[in-house]
Nanobody, 112 residues
């Protein structure tokens, strides 16, 4: 069975940074596109970024230039480096695989 475990969320002030991690198990990690999604209260889940097996990346316009997705196949881990955080970034962030697997999420709260 596939398991995705996110970590790194927490409370941060506007302008601050956080680095999210997602560790995958039960999957041949290196061959799959991985994504980060987020969902804020009252809003639909939205794609934040994804990274392919060849390390091509995509970012939502709302995070372009501030967030960086990366992966370490040796560690079965995908990361989301979040800089210049804004209150609108507050959400539960979820890790996702190309196969449709989801983690349970990690909460990011951006507030002063």
């Amino acid at each position: 069975q596939v398991q995705l475990v996110e970590s790194g969320g927490g409370l941060v002030q506007p302008g601050g940074s956080l680095r999210l991690s997602c560790v995958a198990s039960g999957i041949m990690f290196r061959i799959y596109t991985m994504g980060w999604y987020r969902q804020a209260p009252g809003k639909e889940r939205e794609l934040v970024a994804h990274i392919t097996s060849g390390c091509s990346t995509y970012y939502a316009d709302s995070v372009q230039g501030r967030f960086t997705i990366s992966r370490d196949n040796a560690k079965n881990t995908v990361y989301l480096q979040m800089n210049s955080l804004k209150p609108d970034d507050t959400a539960v962030y979820y890790c996702n695989t190309q196969l449709g697997n989801w983690g349970k999420g990690t909460l990011v709260t951006v507030s002063s």
